[in-house]
């Protein structure tokens, strides 16, 4: 079944530690995206990617980084986690059509400590 | 760049009312809006979409809505049901920007 996944679902960790997000899609789409949604529910578009090799920046600065080496997966990273990081994140993904509807993942809730 | 505003932030209605969130946007080139329901512990799924040269679409119980001119366009629940309750997004796409800019959410709670 075609779909998007992300994990962990949750994660607490100590400031200083490194972290990284998965995400994966099984639809062949060639775009991708990272969401970052504060407690306000807000939507904030943190990195977006066109397809393999390509990577850039949303509206929200953000001091993760991503990379884009195979099509089905989106990882993001943040190599010193602060208090700060703590937040919802959410991945997803949409083909080229005009048109493009988003399929999100379920989301990932980061706690930094 | 666009800018989408969304209103209300939170709606409580009973269970069988309507409800109606409102979202405008700022830039003409925009031409397909979509509506977005995020249930709790789950990511944001499309519920319902218009694009710029229909003036109106509905399915089922949802409707949304579409004034170009006035650049604003809303999504009506009717008959309102507990498993409406959740967070929707409104968010509106141009081809030159290439992505979704979302408005701030709607809390709606339907109290049975």
């Known amino acids: 079944e075609a779909d998007i996944y992300q994990t962990p679902r949750y994660l607490v960790i100590g400031t200083g530690k490194k972290i990284t997000l998965e995400c994966s899609q099984t639809m062949g789409h060639d775009k991708m995206y990272w969401y970052q949604q504060d407690p306000g529910m807000e939507l904030h578009l943190i990195h977006y990617s066109y397809g393999v090799n390509s990577t850039e920046k949303g509206d929200l600065s953000s001091e993760s980084t991503v990379s884009r080496i195979r099509t089905e997966h989106f990882p993001l990273t943040l190599e010193s986690a602060r208090p700060s990081h703590t937040s919802q994140y959410l991945c997803a993904s949409s083909d080229w059509a005009a048109y493009n509807e988003q399929f999100f993942g379920p989301g990932t809730r980061l706690t930094v400590l | 760049g666009e800018n989408v505003e969304q209103h209300p932030s939170t709606l409580s209605v009973q269970e069988g009312d309507s409800a109606v969130i409102k979202c405008t946007y700022s830039d003409s080139a925009s031409n397909y809006f979509p509506w977005y329901k995020q249930e709790l512990g789950k990511g944001p799924q499309l519920i319902i979409d218009i694009r710029s040269n229909v003036g109106e679409k509905k399915d089922q119980r949802i409707a949304v809505t579409l004034n170009k001119t006035a650049k604003h366009f809303s999504l009506h629940i009717t008959e309102t049901q507990p498993e409406d309750s959740a967070v929707y997004f409104c968010?509106?796409?141009?081809?030159?920007?290439?992505?979704?800019?979302f408005g701030g959410g709607t809390r709606v709670l339907v109290k049975p």
């Open positions: 968010a509106a796409w141009k081809a030159a920007g290439n992505k979704l800019t």
